[in-house]
Every structure is written in C-alpha cells, then in structure tokens.
C-alpha cells in the first residue's frame, strides 16, 4: 500500500516497477494522511491483506513549498494547513524558505514522519496490526534527481 504525492514526475507505481495488481495506491498532494486516507489504508491492510504501507515524499515537492510559502487557493488551503505543522517541526538553521531545495526536502522528511506518525495514532485498526508483527508502515523519499529511492530510518 503506497502514499504518495499526486506530483506528475513521482508516479509511484512506474518507480518501484509495480504492475497491475501489485499495489494499492492513494496519492494526494503532499502525501498527507487524513482521516479518508486512513480509512484506504485499512482497507487495503485490514481488509484486503496489504502487508506493507510506504509513505513515499519527494524532492522538490511543490505541496511543501506550498505550505512553506502559506499559499492560499481554494480547497488547497486546508490542504497546506495539514502540511504547514512539517515545516514548523523541522529543524533547519539555514534559509527557512519555498527557494532553499535543501530546507523544502527536509520538511518533506519531516511531513513523511508527521504522516507515518498520523496513521499509527489515528487508527485503532493499523496500529494493533503493527504491534503484532502483521504489518509494516515505512517511509521514503523519492529523489527526483537520480531516481534514488531513500527509505528513511
Ligand atoms: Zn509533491
């Protein structure tokens, strides 16, 4: 079961080289973990018997640097909303700001965690799952220079 960003140069299932019938996929922009998301995840785990859940971020994602920049546009606003508490919880001494790849990636890191950390506490079905050794819940980041996928310990 993968979360992943919508971003069209990160399409999940093309980088892991999955086939039809490999995966679940759900992809929202800055791959977030809401409470909809959550319920996908249960399916696919609780219901459906996925073993693994992977939140996969990546480099230069413009949901981050979205949240960064507090931009304001629609239905994305609340979007952003849930993404902004990453770049908050991020720490980073440099250039805090949408223009610097390095800080946008480190919140990326962060907002990956946030995610993993969201599914854990926010479902009474995954979690007991993971307790007893029936499911892993992983993260990573795609690179968008090199096409590396770095799974974060
Ligand atoms: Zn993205």
């Given amino acids: 079961m993968i979360l992943s960003?919508?971003?069209?140069?990160?399409?999940?299932?093309?980088?892991?080289?999955?086939?039809?019938?490999?995966?679940?996929?759900?992809?929202?922009?800055?791959?977030?973990?809401n409470e909809d998301l959550i319920g996908s995840l249960e399916f696919a785990c609780a219901a459906a018997g996925a073993?693994?859940?992977?939140?996969?971020?990546?480099?230069?994602?413009?949901?981050?640097?979205?949240?960064?920049?507090?931009?304001?546009?629609g239905h994305l606003t609340g979007l952003l909303a849930k993404i902004k508490p990453a770049v908050d919880e991020t720490q980073y001494s440099g250039?805090?700001?949408?223009?610097?790849?390095?800080?946008?990636?480190?919140?990326?890191?962060?907002?990956?965690r946030r995610a993993i950390d969201a599914i854990r506490n926010g479902s009474s079905v995954l979690a007991p799952m993971e307790k007893d050794g029936?499911?892993?819940?992983?993260?990573?980041?795609y690179h968008l220079n090199g096409g590396a996928v770095e799974f974060l310990t």
């Avoid at 073993?51 to 546009?73: F, N, P, R, S, Y």
């Avoid at 390095?102 to 990956?112: G, K, L, Q, S, Y």
């Fill in 95 to 112: 250039d805090r700001s949408s223009k610097n790849d390095e800080f946008v990636d480190a919140v990326a890191r962060t907002n990956v």
């Fill in 51 to 73: 073993k693994v859940i992977l939140v996969m971020g990546h480099t230069a994602c413009g949901a981050i640097k979205g949240a960064i920049d507090q931009v304001e546009l």
């Fill in 5 to 33: 960003c919508i971003d069209s140069r990160a399409p999940a299932e093309i980088i892991l080289d999955t086939r039809i019938g490999d995966t679940f996929n759900a992809r929202i922009a800055g791959n977030i973990a």
């Fill in 134 to 141: 029936k499911l892993k819940i992983v993260g990573a980041m």
